[in-house]
């Protein structure tokens, strides 16, 4: 009977209903929000991408474009602000055509939207339309096509705020730059020293079904079998730890083991392998050789220079010294 019923709802109702539980989530994660601490760490990064994202949520910028290490609080950091402010937003997240994108950003055209992780700057049309909303007065965005599909006007005025959130921003083009141009941005940049940190912060906080030693445990073995090669090491694979602790205390290591997934250009980086060899090994350029260089050196070093005589944790070491040479390479 149930089926039945389903399959007699129209799209608009799926979509509906889909809404209204997404809409759920969300003042569950704002619940959460207001039920949970920050850590000094994490307030300390998040302090400029906070303020920015209240500059937004006050009227103060048209948007904000924010990117970088995936994992680490980006998405609860701008929600925390938006609390913080005591102003609503719509939140949207995965997947988006052109055509939907339109008529989302028309149904919230007066609100603060936030886009998280949304793909859109590839696309010529996404980024036009983003230009459009987010120029200055007035922001008339327009949709021409002949599709059915289209439900609402063709042609609107924009008077809300837009934020983006990325893991990777893509190679700049010049609508990619227009979109840059109109609205605030932040690269969030965390190194190796300072996720570790950030880790340990969070791994002093009560976790279900687990007391301060175990966590203290799991930590430590976190960063004894991780360095700056370890691939999406953050929040996430901290919790999964836990977990898996919490499953088999006894094989838990082994287990985890099966998590923690080194790069194998960076790692062969740290290894000390030189530019000749690491091109024969990898089958790849000298120029990118030098990107993953330049990035082992960048993970060494903290964005959060009062904590960096006495760290909490210290990277793992290389195997061997590397040497930057004088040469000057262009990356791209």
């Known amino acids: 009977m149930d089926n ?4 007699e709802l129209t799209q608009e109702q799926i979509n509906e209903q889909a809404e209204e539980q997404a809409e759920k989530q969300l003042k569950k994660t704002l619940k959460t929000i207001k039920d949970n601490s920050s850590t000094p760490l994490l307030e300390k990064i998040y ?13 103060n910028s048209r948007g904000f474009l924010l990117w970088g290490n995936t994992g680490l609080g980006k998405t609860f950091a701008v929600f925390r602000a938006f609390e913080e402010m005591n102003k609503e937003f719509v939140y949207l997240s995965g997947h988006i055509t052109p055509l939907e994108l339109y008529q989302f950003l028309f149904r919230n055209k007066d609100q603060n939207i936030v886009l998280d992780d949304v793909n859109i700057l590839n696309d010529e049309i996404n980024l036009n339309m983003l230009k459009s909303c987010l120029a200055d007065q007035p922001s008339i965005v327009n949709y021409n096509t ?3 599909r289209l439900k609402v006007p063709n042609k609107f005025h ?5 934020i983006l959130l990325l893991n990777s921003k893509p190679r700049l083009n010049e609508d990619l730059r ?16 300072d996720v570790i940190r950030v880790l340990y912060e969070i791994s002093e906080q009560e976790y279900k079904g687990l007391t301060a030693e175990q966590r203290k445990e799991i930590m430590k073995w976190l960063e004894e079998n991780t360095n700056q090669a370890t691939e999406c090491l953050n929040l996430r694979t901290l919790f999964q730890l836990y977990e898996m602790y919490k499953f088999d205390k006894d094989n838990w290591k082994e287990l985890a083991k099966g998590q923690i997934k080194p790069n194998i250009y960076m790692d062969l980086i740290l290894q000390g392998i030189n530019s000749w060899n690491w091109c024969e090994e990898t089958g790849k350029s000298t120029a990118t050789y030098y990107r993953y260089k330049k990035k082992a050196q960048e993970q060494k070093i903290s964005i959060l220079p009062e904590f960096n005589e006495k760290p909490k944790a210290k990277a793992i070491e290389p195997k061997a010294v590397i040497e930057f040479e ?4 262009g990356y791209y």
Not at 4 to 7: L, W
Not at 158 to 162: A, K, V
Not at 178 to 193: D, F, I
């Open 146 to 148: 002949t599709s059915p």
């Open 47 to 59: 302090s400029k991408p906070k303020e920015y994202t209240k500059m937004v949520a006050n009227g």
């Open 326 to 329: 004088e040469e000057e390479i």
């Open 178 to 193: 227009a979109v840059e141009g109109r609205v605030l941005t932040h690269e969030l940049k965390l190194s190796y020293v």
């Open 4 to 7: 039945k019923m389903t399959k």
């Open 158 to 162: 924009f008077e809300g705020t837009i």
